[in-house]
C-alpha cells in the first residue's frame, strides 16, 4: 500500500510539472528514482500514462483521469502535513488569497496589520485581480467575492453585507443641487464602475418604497479607488458602499445623497477549494477576519 500511494504522488508531481527533472526537485528525490516509481505504477496499471512531447511529458486519456485523484491525494497530504507540522510550532507558511481590485485597501489593511503581527511568521500573498481565479488550478488558498456564488464546487462564509448608497462632494453639489427623489439621479453626472459588477442600471429600496435607477456620466473606471478619487475632485457622482464612504462623510469630503435610499444587502464571502481539511495557516486567517471584520458569518448554503 504504502509504495502505491508513493508512486501516485510521484505521478501527480510529474502531472503538473511536466518533467521528471522538475518533479524530482520538487520532491527532493533523484530522477532516476522519479523516473522508476513512474514505470513501476504504469506497469502496475497495465497502462501508459505519460508520452513526451518536444518539451514536455503529456498525460495520455489514461493519465488525465488517474492525474485528477492522484492531484486530490497529494493536496490531502500537503494539507494534512501542514496540519499537523503547525499543532505544537508557531504556525508558518505562505497564504495564498486573492480578492477583486480595491478590495485589499477598502477592506483589509486593519484586519492584515493585526493578523501580521499576531502570526509573524505567516506570509501573505494579496492578489487584486479582475479576472475570476480558479483556486484549485491556481493554488490560491482563500478568494474574496461578492455577490452571488456561482460555483457550488466551492466553500463559503459570510465574512460581512454591504450598501450601496449615492455620494458627491461638496464642491459637485455646489454646481448640481442636490437630488431630492431617486428620479432626479438621472439629471446628474457619474463616475460608473466597470467590473464584475456594473453600477449603472440598479434598485434604490426605502424601507417598502423601490425605484428602478438608470445613470449616465462622462467617465467610466474599472477601479473603485480611481472611483472615489475622482469623486472627490468633484467630477461627479458615485455608488459606493455606505461603510466605505462614513468617514469621508465624516470629514466633510461626500455627502450621503439620498439618505434613505440604498441598494439590497450585497454580501462579501471567504471562499476556500472544497476541501475536507484546511491548513491551520488558513483557517486562522478565515477566524480573524470573521473576528475583525465580520456582520453576518453563517455558512453559506
Same mark, same amino acid.
Given at each position: 500500500?504504502?509504495?502505491?500511494?508513493?508512486?501516485?504522488?510521484?505521478?501527480?508531481?510529474?502531472?503538473?510539472?511536466?518533467?521528471?527533472?522538475?518533479?524530482?526537485?520538487?520532491?527532493?528525490?533523484?530522477?532516476?528514482?522519479?523516473?522508476? =516509481?513512474? *514505470?513501476?505504477?504504469?506497469?502496475?496499471?497495465?497502462?501508459?500514462?505519460?508520452?513526451?512531447?518536444?518539451?514536455?511529458?503529456?498525460?495520455?486519456?489514461?493519465? =488525465?483521469?488517474?492525474?485528477?485523484?492522484?492531484?486530490?491525494?497529494?493536496?490531502?497530504?500537503?494539507?494534512?502535513?501542514?496540519?499537523?507540522?503547525?499543532?505544537?510550532?508557531?504556525?508558518?507558511?505562505?497564504?495564498?488569497?486573492?480578492?477583486?481590485? $480595491?478590495?485589499?485597501?477598502?477592506?483589509?489593511?486593519?484586519?492584515?496589520?493585526?493578523?501580521?503581527?499576531?502570526?509573524?511568521?505567516?506570509?501573505?500573498?494579496?492578489?487584486?485581480?479582475?479576472?475570476?481565479?480558479?483556486? *484549485?488550478?491556481? =493554488?490560491?488558498?482563500?478568494?474574496?467575492?461578492?455577490?452571488?456564488?456561482? $460555483?457550488?464546487?466551492?466553500?463559503?462564509?459570510?465574512?460581512?453585507?454591504?450598501?450601496?448608497?449615492?455620494?458627491?462632494?461638496?464642491?459637485?453639489?455646489?454646481?448640481?443641487?442636490?437630488?431630492?427623489?431617486? *428620479?432626479?439621479?438621472?439629471?446628474?453626472?457619474?463616475?460608473?464602475?466597470?467590473?464584475?459588477?456594473?453600477?449603472?442600471?440598479?434598485?434604490? !429600496?426605502?424601507?417598502?418604497?423601490?425605484?428602478?435607477?438608470?445613470?449616465?456620466?462622462?467617465?467610466?473606471?474599472?477601479?473603485?479607488?480611481?472611483?472615489?478619487?475622482?469623486?472627490?475632485?468633484?467630477?461627479?457622482?458615485?455608488?459606493?458602499?455606505?461603510?466605505?464612504?462614513?468617514?469621508?462623510?465624516?470629514?466633510?469630503?461626500?455627502? !450621503?445623497?439620498?439618505?434613505?435610499?440604498?441598494?439590497?444587502?450585497?454580501?462579501?464571502?471567504?471562499?476556500?477549494?472544497? =476541501?475536507?481539511?484546511?491548513?491551520?495557516?488558513?483557517?486562522?486567517?478565515?477566524? !480573524?477576519?470573521?473576528?475583525?471584520?465580520? $456582520?453576518?458569518?453563517?455558512? !453559506?448554503?
Amino acid at each position: 500500500m504504502f509504495n502505491e500511494v508513493a508512486d501516485m504522488l510521484v505521478f501527480a508531481a510529474v502531472g503538473r510539472t511536466g518533467s521528471v527533472t522538475r518533479a524530482g526537485k520538487a520532491l527532493g528525490l533523484p530522477k532516476s528514482t522519479v523516473s522508476r =516509481r513512474l *514505470a513501476a505504477l504504469e506497469e502496475r496499471l497495465g497502462s501508459q500514462l505519460l508520452v513526451r512531447s518536444a518539451r514536455t511529458l503529456i498525460p495520455t486519456d489514461a493519465g =488525465r483521469a488517474l492525474l485528477e485523484r492522484c492531484e486530490h491525494l497529494a493536496d490531502e497530504v500537503d494539507d494534512t502535513l501542514a496540519f499537523a507540522s503547525e499543532l505544537t510550532d508557531q504556525p508558518t507558511g505562505t497564504l495564498r488569497v486573492t480578492m477583486p481590485p $480595491d478590495f485589499g485597501s477598502l477592506i483589509l489593511p486593519g484586519a492584515v496589520a493585526s493578523f501580521t503581527a499576531r502570526y509573524p511568521r505567516i506570509s501573505l500573498f494579496l492578489d487584486e485581480s479582475q479576472r475570476y481565479v480558479d483556486l *484549485a488550478t491556481e =493554488r490560491f488558498d482563500i478568494a474574496l467575492r461578492s455577490g452571488e456564488l456561482a $460555483d457550488s464546487s466551492l466553500v463559503a462564509r459570510r465574512l460581512m453585507t454591504v450598501t450601496h448608497g449615492v455620494f458627491a462632494s461638496p464642491a459637485y453639489l455646489a454646481r448640481m443641487p442636490a437630488p431630492q427623489t431617486p *428620479a432626479d439621479l438621472a439629471e446628474h453626472r457619474f463616475i460608473l464602475l466597470e467590473g464584475r459588477v456594473r453600477f449603472d442600471h440598479f434598485q434604490l !429600496h426605502n424601507e417598502q418604497r423601490r425605484a428602478q435607477v438608470a445613470l449616465t456620466g462622462p467617465l467610466t473606471v474599472t477601479a473603485s479607488s480611481l472611483q472615489l478619487a475622482l469623486a472627490y475632485a468633484g467630477v461627479g457622482a458615485i455608488v459606493y458602499g455606505q461603510r466605505f464612504c462614513e468617514e469621508a462623510v465624516r470629514a466633510g469630503r461626500l455627502v !450621503h445623497v439620498l439618505p434613505g435610499w440604498s441598494t439590497a444587502p450585497a454580501p462579501i464571502w471567504i471562499v476556500t477549494p472544497s =476541501r475536507r481539511l484546511l491548513p491551520r495557516k488558513t483557517m486562522l486567517f478565515i477566524e !480573524h477576519l470573521l473576528s475583525e471584520l465580520g $456582520d453576518a458569518p453563517p455558512p !453559506h448554503t
